[in-house]
């Protein structure tokens, strides 16, 4: 059973970064799936960014691709969104979700493990 804890959220203003972590405890081997989603109240969740840390791929929704960069210390088991240029659209609660089975990007029923969400807010 997997643990999956987020931080980093905060408020910043458009054109400003923040560095979300996803800290993933319980891990029983090196092949396992990440990603990041989204969600706005009232509307639906959102792929953000996926990877599959031991090969190192990674994917993008087309929203985010050339400001946001997902990444993967193993040793620490700890997946990072590195998030750049952004914008009042990026406001959202953003979760991480991880599954010890590689599971497509952004299929988000098929991730088994969820983190609580860290809230990210863009405004001037």
């Known amino acids: 059973q997997l643990r999956v804890v987020e931080s980093g959220g905060g408020s910043v203003q458009p054109g400003g970064s923040l560095r979300l972590s996803c800290v993933i405890s319980?891990?029983?081997?090196?092949?396992?799936?990440v990603a990041w989603f989204r969600q706005v109240p009232g509307k639906e969740r959102e792929g953000v960014a996926a990877i599959f840390p031991a090969g190192g791929t990674t994917y993008y929704d087309d929203s985010v691709k050339n400001r946001f960069t997902i990444s993967a210390d193993m040793a620490k088991s700890t997946i990072y969104l590195q998030m750049n240029s952004l914008k009042p659209d990026d406001s959202a609660m953003y979760y991480c979700?991880?599954?010890?089975?590689?599971?497509?990007?952004?299929?988000?029923?098929?991730?088994?493990?969820w983190g609580q969400g860290t809230q990210v807010t863009v405004s001037s």
């Open positions: 979700a991880a599954d010890e089975r590689l599971v497509a990007p952004w299929s988000g029923p098929d991730y088994d493990y």
């Open positions: 319980g891990l029983t081997g090196s092949v396992y799936s």
